[in-house]
C-alpha cells in the first residue's frame, strides 16, 4: 500500500471517529423545571461544573456554587446570572483539599438552607506528585474522593428532608482501570492510578450509599462525562500534553456536552430505579468490573469512616447490591 492510500485511510478513520464521537453524544432531553429547587455544585467556576450550573440556573434553581477560588466562582455567578436572568445563584467557599473548609462549608449550607435537592459533587482534579494533606490524605484522593465523601455524608440529613432529592457523583471510565485497596486507599500510585483509584472509590461510594438511602427517595447516581475539552488536563506534560494538545479541538467534547451527563442523572424523571447505577452519554451503562465486588466496596466504605473518624451510625444491612 502506498504512502497516499495510509494517509488517505487515516484520514478516513479520523472523519469516521468525529462522525461517530458527535452521533453518540447524548443530550439531556428533559424538560423538568427547576423553581423552588435548591442545587450545590462543586467545582462550579469552570468546566463541566460550570456548564451544568448554568443549565440549572435557566431551568429557575437556586444555584449554589461551592468553590475553592472566590474570585473565579463569583466571575462564573455574574456570568451565569447575565445568561439567565436568575438572580438566585450564590456562591460559597469550599476547599476539598481541607476537611476544615468543608465542614466549614455544610455548617454554612444547613445554617443557611432550608433546602437540598440535588447535590452534584463535580469537582475533580489529577495529581502529579506525591502531596499530604493537611489531614494526612494524598491530595488527589482528598479532593476527588475523601472531601465529596465527607460533604455528602455531613448534608445527608438535609438531602433526607428535602427528599425526593439526588446525589450525582462526577466519575471517570478510567475507574475500571484502577488499582484499589482498602490498603493503599492513602498511597500515591502515580498521577493515573491515583486519579483512577479515586475515580473508583466514589463509583463504590455511590453504590453504598444507594443501597443505605433506598427508603430514603434519596437517588445517587455516578457517571462518566466523556473526554471534554477542560482544565482538567492543564497538569499533563510532555507526549500526554502533546496528544491532548494536537486532539482536544478536534475530538474531545465541549464543556457543554460533556455536563449532558451530569444533568441528565440530577433532573430526568423515570431513573429512579436505578439508582446506585452509572451512566454515560445520558444512558445508564453496566457496572465496570471493579465497581462489581461488594468485599471491595464495603471494605473502601468501612476504611474511609476510619480515616475521616466517622462513626459508622449509617450502617444498614443491604437488601441488596
Ligand atoms: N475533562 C474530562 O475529560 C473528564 C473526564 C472524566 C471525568 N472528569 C471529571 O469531571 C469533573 C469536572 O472536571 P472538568 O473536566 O470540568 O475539569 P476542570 O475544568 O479542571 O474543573 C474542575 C473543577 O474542580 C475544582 N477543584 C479542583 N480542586 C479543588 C479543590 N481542592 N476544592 C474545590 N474545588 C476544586 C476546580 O477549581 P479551580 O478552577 O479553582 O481549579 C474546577 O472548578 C472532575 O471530577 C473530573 O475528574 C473529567
Redesign the pocket.
Known amino acids: 500500500m502506498g504512502a497516499f492510500h495510509i494517509l488517505g485511510s487515516i484520514a478516513g478513520f479520523l472523519v469516521l471517529l468525529k462522525v461517530y464521537l458527535k452521533l453518540t453524544t447524548g443530550w439531556c432531553e428533559s424538560k423538568v423545571c427547576l423553581v423552588g429547587k435548591t442545587v450545590i455544585v462543586?467545582?462550579?467556576?469552570?468546566?463541566?461544573?460550570y456548564e451544568a450550573a448554568l443549565e440549572f440556573a435557566k431551568r429557575g434553581a437556586r444555584v449554589i456554587l461551592a468553590?475553592?477560588?472566590e474570585v473565579?466562582a463569583i466571575e462564573a455567578r455574574n456570568r451565569i446570572i447575565r445568561l439567565t436572568l436568575n438572580k438566585n445563584v450564590a456562591v460559597k467557599q469550599?476547599?476539598?483539599?481541607k476537611l476544615s473548609s468543608v465542614r466549614n462549608f455544610a455548617n454554612e449550607i444547613l445554617k443557611s438552607e432550608e433546602r437540598v435537592d440535588i447535590l452534584v459533587n463535580?469537582?475533580?482534579?489529577a495529581s502529579t506528585k506525591s502531596k499530604l494533606t493537611e489531614d494526612g490524605l494524598q491530595l488527589g484522593m482528598q479532593?476527588?474522593y475523601f472531601g465529596p465523601f465527607l460533604l455528602t455524608l455531613l448534608l445527608l440529613d438535609l438531602l433526607k428532608k428535602s427528599a425526593p432529592s439526588r446525589i450525582i457523583n462526577?466519575s471517570?471510565r478510567l475507574a475500571d482501570h484502577a488499582k484499589l485497596t482498602a490498603e493503599n486507599l492513602t498511597k500515591y500510585q502515580g498521577t493515573y492510578y491515583t486519579y483512577n483509584n479515586s475515580k473508583l472509590c466514589i463509583i463504590l461510594f455511590t453504590i453504598k450509599l444507594a443501597q443505605l438511602l433506598e427508603d430514603d427517595q434519596v437517588y445517587v447516581f455516578s457517571l462518566?462525562?466523556?473526554?471534554?475539552k477542560?482544565?482538567?488536563f492543564r497538569v499533563m506534560r510532555g507526549w500526554r500534553k502533546w496528544i491532548v494538545d494536537t486532539f482536544k479541538e478536534t475530538y474531545f467534547k465541549s464543556?457543554e456536552e460533556?455536563a449532558q451527563t451530569t444533568i441528565h442523572t440530577a433532573i430526568a424523571q423515570g431513573i429512579e430505579k436505578h439508582t446506585g447505577g452509572h451512566f454515560q452519554d445520558c444512558e445508564l451503562i453496566p457496572p465496570y468490573k471493579h465497581a462489581q465486588n461488594p468485599k471491595l466496596c464495603l471494605d473502601i466504605w468501612n476504611k474511609t469512616l476510619e480515616l475521616l473518624n466517622l462513626p459508622n451510625t449509617y450502617e444498614k444491612l443491604p437488601s441488596k447490591y
Not at 469550599?94 to 483539599?97: G, H, K
Not at 462518566?224 to 471534554?228: A, R
Open positions: 462543586t467545582g462550579a467556576n469552570t468546566g463541566i461544573g468553590c475553592r477560588n473565579k469550599l476547599d476539598l483539599s463535580n469537582a475533580g482534579m479532593v476527588n462526577v471517570s462518566h462525562p466523556g473526554v471534554i477542560t482544565d482538567i464543556a460533556g
